[in-house]
């Protein structure tokens, strides 16, 4: 005979996934939900796993192009968790770390191209740049949905020759 105190039931939602840890190992069977689940107290820990499609905006970086401008990059990442198990026993903060490496990413996609490149060419920047994040957090449990270069914006001095210019 069992009491109910032995047990408590927790709920995730739809978009919601629980890793379930028993006594410090990864309980079989994957991760569970969504619907109600119980959990052993004082024996097992869960982690609740978001599935929803996140929205990171990359904060201006300051980048040197291939032809040595310094112009200011702007750009935003769409990603999800596509493994919640993954996501949480190989990685220990699978968001964070998906924005630290998209931050590098774009700095070192830019450095490589010259100013006229950069301007003329962003689709095929993001797309490379889609690749190459997808790539690098597959084995998070990430999965990089699209990026889009937002602005880039030239130096205060290139501006004017360019409109000298035009």
Request: glycine fraction near 4%.
């Amino acid at each position: 005979w069992i009491t109910n105190s032995a047990f408590a039931f927790q709920v995730v939602q739809e978009y919601e996934r629980a890793v379930i840890f028993r006594l410090g190992r990864l309980l079989s069977g994957g991760a569970k939900g969504p619907g109600i689940f119980f959990i052993l107290p004082c024996i097992d820990a869960y982690a609740r796993v978001d599935l929803r499609t996140r929205t990171y905006d990359i904060p201006p970086q300051e980048v040197l192009t291939k032809d040595s401008v310094t112009v200011s990059v702007d750009a935003v990442v769409y990603y999800r968790v596509s493994n919640a198990t993954v996501s949480i026993a190989n990685v220990e903060n699978a968001h964070h770390s998906t924005r630290l490496l998209a931050q590098t990413t774009l700095r070192n996609i830019m450095g490589q191209r010259p100013l006229h490149e950069i301007l003329s060419e962003r689709e095929s920047i993001s797309q490379h740049m889609k690749a190459l994040l997808d790539e690098a957090t597959e084995s998070w449990g990430i999965n990089v949905e699209r990026v889009e270069i937002k602005d880039v914006r030239l130096p205060v001095q290139l501006q004017r020759a360019m409109a000298a210019e035009a």
